[in-house]
């Protein structure tokens, strides 16, 4: 499991070293782990995702999460200011859905290394992957949050 552990870091750390026009990656998580639209799970296996922002800047989420079969779609931006909580619209898998959200340079970031794809910082995007992905000239790798338990009963706050 340990050698599993850093053959994925390994990777993963090889994939950020690359330009990000030249990063490939598939949008697939680690082992064991407002713009879209419905999903095809089950309707007990949905959530609505809702984002409270108590930073002092504005903030967008963009989301991370399996659609069927093997195809994951990428989304961004949901806009936050601040002192809003508010869902996204729709409703989104329950055991596969990743979160990333960061200010509008992408200098403050809410990261995470469950999950990772590319995002487009300064422009909306919404993609469906089936494959291997290369990020485009103006996209970078970033790390998403696997949504937990407790975010999908109670959303994410985020803060300064």
């Known amino acids: 499991m340990r050698m599993w552990k850093l053959a994925i870091a390994g990777c993963v750390m ?3 070293l690359l330009p990000a026009a030249h990063a490939q990656f598939k949008p ?3 082992p064991g782990g407002g713009p879209p639209g419905p999903t095809t ?8 995702f809702k984002v409270c922002n108590r930073a002092k800047i504005p903030l967008f989420v963009a989301m991370l999460y399996k659609v069927e079969g093997n195809a994951w779609r990428t989304v ?19 055991n596969d859905f990743f979160w990333y959200a960061e200010d509008s340079p992408g200098k ?4 995470g290394k469950d999950a990772y794809g590319c ?3 300064s ?21 998403f949050t696997k949504i937990d338990a407790a975010s999908i009963r109670d959303g994410i706050t985020l803060t300064d």
Do not use: H, M
């Open 41 to 48: 799970q089950p309707a007990g296996d949905q959530f609505v």
């Open 76 to 94: 961004g931006w949901v806009d936050y200011k601040p002192g809003t909580c508010a869902p996204v619209r729709g409703t989104f898998p329950r």
């Open 119 to 121: 995002i487009n910082s």
């Open 108 to 111: 403050v970031t809410y990261s």
């Open 123 to 143: 422009d909306g995007f919404d993609r469906t992957i089936t494959g291997e992905y290369q990020c485009a000239p103006n996209e970078k790798v970033v790390g």
């Open 28 to 30: 697939t998580p680690s």
């Open 14 to 16: 090889g994939l950020s």
